[in-house]
């Protein structure tokens, strides 16, 4: 499998040299040269297989010609034999034809565990192979950074560096990035809002001689392997459902839209996918995109569902560049506008293409607390902020006959405040974590200027070099 840049000007790569490149030279992002697709026969095939072996055969076309197989199937068994229910990614009902798929029985009890997991152990296998060494720089609004950091620490050949908002995450969220003090993990809190975070780490990209004195590599979604190992579950889910004989719809509460780009994929390679709905809060782009084609920054403003606090979702660059017919050239030019004006001008046959298919929600936080009420009153079901968000625009966009299934991204515990607002429960961590908040912490403030973030990262770097 070969993969080519959204933006056109960048090398064509393979799997290994995708994972370990993250953003792609000229600023895009990677995506197949051609998309695997799997008959009805196929999927039936794959029914009744457990959660590794299905994310090893669902995987296995994205990374032929440089993961061998077997490899990729051990490493599969690896990353998800440590989480906390024997399905992995279970399925409950809620209501009638809705469902919630948890994605957050992993070691940090969110959705990013389901891919960085695997990642951390991809990075391995690449760089053992390679004898090579790369810093890994990340951005996230909560979940992403705790993930990388809990699949990367102590690893040898990685350094890891990430990037948060100061004061923008949970306490929860923010200790179990700050609270792992392997020399190996160094965290940043950036004196901004995650978009500028996110800003920071693309232009340690865009500074050719920093990317490669540093030899940097990325976890954030951008990686491509960050999305392909996310289809899975929305595989394993429709197949439990009826797929590919019936049809299924996803909801997914969406901040970068990498999570639901996968979903999307995974429709690409032809599972009957009906609809995908995006679930907002009050920064709310893309569902204003989705409604009526207006995609235009705003300020971040805080939110009981911080994951999701971001006006420019990297990952609608993937989409865009499908929805585009593959014009890289057409592609680059509105992302390059999109980044001078803060507003993307997307065609509107573009737009309407994109309409058709996915449809969106926003709640503001007291819309989120009464939903968060609403489940727990009616079906006793515990939503943290993002799930109750997705829940909510799976019941909105249900169809009659097709089962809509609601990703539940996060552990309600990693909110407990904003769960006490809501139904007056602070749920409890699990006990691996119980002593979380006894744990010393290490992180460095840092303001949101490019040079002095540059500063940090070769400092974490040349440390224990």
């Given at each position: 499998?070969?993969?080519?840049?959204?933006?056109?000007?960048?090398?064509?790569?393979?799997?290994?040299?995708?994972?370990?490149?993250?953003?792609?030279?000229?600023?895009?992002?990677?995506?197949?040269?051609?998309?695997?697709?799997?008959?009805?026969?196929?999927?039936?095939?794959?029914?009744?297989?457990?959660?590794?072996?299905?994310?090893?055969?669902?995987?296995?076309?994205?990374?032929?010609?440089?993961?061998?197989?077997?490899?990729?199937?051990?490493?599969?068994?690896?990353?998800?034999?440590?989480?906390?229910?024997?399905?992995?990614?279970?399925?409950?009902?809620?209501?009638?034809?809705?469902?919630?798929?948890?994605?957050?029985?992993?070691?940090?009890?969110?959705?990013?565990?389901?891919?960085?997991?695997?990642?951390?152990?991809?990075?391995?296998?690449?760089?053992?192979?390679?004898?090579?060494?790369?810093?890994?720089?990340?951005?996230?609004?909560?979940?992403?950074?705790?993930?990388?950091?809990?699949?990367c620490r102590g690893r040898t050949r990685v350094k890891t560096v990430i990037l948060h908002p100061e004061g923008r995450t949970s306490d929860v969220q923010r200790r179990q990035m700050t609270t792992v003090l392997e020399p190996n993990v160094t965290n940043l809190a950036v004196q901004g809002t995650f978009d500028d975070c996110q800003d920071l780490v693309k232009g340690m990209f865009a500074d050719a001689p920093f990317r490669q004195e540093m030899r940097l590599s990325a976890v954030n979604s951008i990686n491509w392997a960050r999305i392909a190992a996310q289809v899975p579950y929305y595989v394993y889910a429709a197949l439990a459902l009826g797929a590919p004989d019936r049809a299924v719809a996803f909801a997914v509460p969406t901040?970068?839209?990498?999570?639901?780009?996968?979903?999307?994929?995974?429709?690409?390679?032809?599972?009957?996918?009906?609809?995908?709905?995006?679930?907002?809060?009050?920064?709310?782009?893309?569902?204003?995109?989705?409604?009526?084609?207006?995609?235009?920054?705003?300020?971040?403003?805080?939110?009981?569902?911080?994951?999701?606090?971001?006006?420019?979702?990297?990952?609608?660059?993937?989409?865009?560049?499908?929805?585009?017919?593959?014009?890289?050239?057409?592609?680059?030019?509105?992302?390059?506008?999109?980044?001078?004006?803060?507003?993307?001008?997307?065609?509107?046959?573009?737009?309407?293409?994109?309409?058709?298919?996915?449809?969106?929600?926003?709640?503001?936080?007291?819309?989120?607390?009464?939903?968060?009420?609403?489940?727990?009153?009616?079906?006793?079901?515990?939503?943290?902020?993002?799930?109750?968000?997705?829940?909510?625009?799976?019941?909105?966009?249900?169809?009659?006959?097709?089962?809509?299934?609601?990703?539940?991204?996060?552990?309600?515990?990693?909110?407990?405040?904003?769960?006490?607002?809501?139904?007056?429960?602070?749920?409890?961590?699990?006990?691996?974590?119980?002593?979380?908040?006894?744990?010393?912490?290490?992180?460095?403030?840092?303001?949101?200027?490019?040079?002095?973030?540059?500063?940090?990262?070769?400092?974490?770097?040349?440390?224990?070099?």
């Amino acid at each position: 499998m070969r993969y080519v840049s959204t933006r056109g000007q960048a090398p064509v790569r393979d799997f290994s040299e995708v994972l370990l490149a993250g953003l792609a030279e000229d600023g895009g992002l990677y995506l197949p040269e051609t998309w695997p697709v799997l008959s009805a026969d196929d999927w039936r095939a794959l029914r009744g297989l457990s959660y590794p072996e299905l994310a090893a055969r669902i995987i296995g076309p994205f990374a032929a010609g440089s993961i061998a197989p077997e490899t990729l199937r051990r490493l599969c068994h690896e990353a998800y034999a440590g989480f906390d229910h024997a399905a992995i990614v279970p399925l409950v009902q809620v209501e009638d034809g809705l469902f919630v798929q948890e994605l957050f029985h992993g070691p940090t009890l969110a959705f990013k565990d389901m891919a960085m997991q695997l990642l951390g152990r991809l990075f391995d296998h690449v760089l053992a192979e390679r004898d090579a060494h790369v810093t890994i720089v990340g951005a996230t609004s909560g979940d992403t950074g705790s993930a990388a950091i809990e699949a990367c620490r102590g690893r040898t050949r990685v350094k890891t560096v990430i990037l948060h908002p100061e004061g923008r995450t949970s306490d929860v969220q923010r200790r179990q990035m700050t609270t792992v003090l392997e020399p190996n993990v160094t965290n940043l809190a950036v004196q901004g809002t995650f978009d500028d975070c996110q800003d920071l780490v693309k232009g340690m990209f865009a500074d050719a001689p920093f990317r490669q004195e540093m030899r940097l590599s990325a976890v954030n979604s951008i990686n491509w392997a960050r999305i392909a190992a996310q289809v899975p579950y929305y595989v394993y889910a429709a197949l439990a459902l009826g797929a590919p004989d019936r049809a299924v719809a996803f909801a997914v509460p969406t901040g970068n839209f990498g999570n639901i780009l996968a979903a999307w994929a995974a429709r690409r390679m032809g599972l009957p996918v009906r609809a995908l709905c995006v679930g907002s809060n009050r920064n709310d782009i893309l569902t204003r995109f989705l409604r009526g084609n207006d995609m235009s920054v705003q300020g971040v403003v805080p939110s009981l569902s911080p994951s999701m606090d971001i006006q420019v979702s990297s990952n609608f660059e993937r989409l865009l560049f499908e929805l585009l017919d593959r014009d890289a050239a057409s592609c680059a030019r509105i992302m390059t506008d999109f980044r001078r004006t803060g507003r993307m001008a997307v065609p509107d046959a573009t737009w309407r293409r994109a309409a058709e298919l996915f449809h969106a929600l926003a709640l503001d936080d007291e819309a989120t607390k009464t939903e968060i009420r609403k489940l727990y009153a009616q079906s006793g079901y515990l939503a943290d902020p993002h799930s109750a968000i997705g829940i909510a625009a799976g019941r909105m966009f249900r169809e009659p006959g097709i089962p809509m299934v609601a990703m539940a991204t996060a552990h309600p515990a990693k909110f407990p405040d904003a769960m006490e607002a809501a139904i007056g429960i602070r749920p409890a961590l699990p006990p691996r974590l119980a002593d979380l908040f006894d744990r010393p912490e290490r992180y460095e403030v840092v303001a949101a200027r490019l040079d002095a973030v540059e500063d940090r990262v070769r400092a974490a770097v040349l440390k224990n070099a």
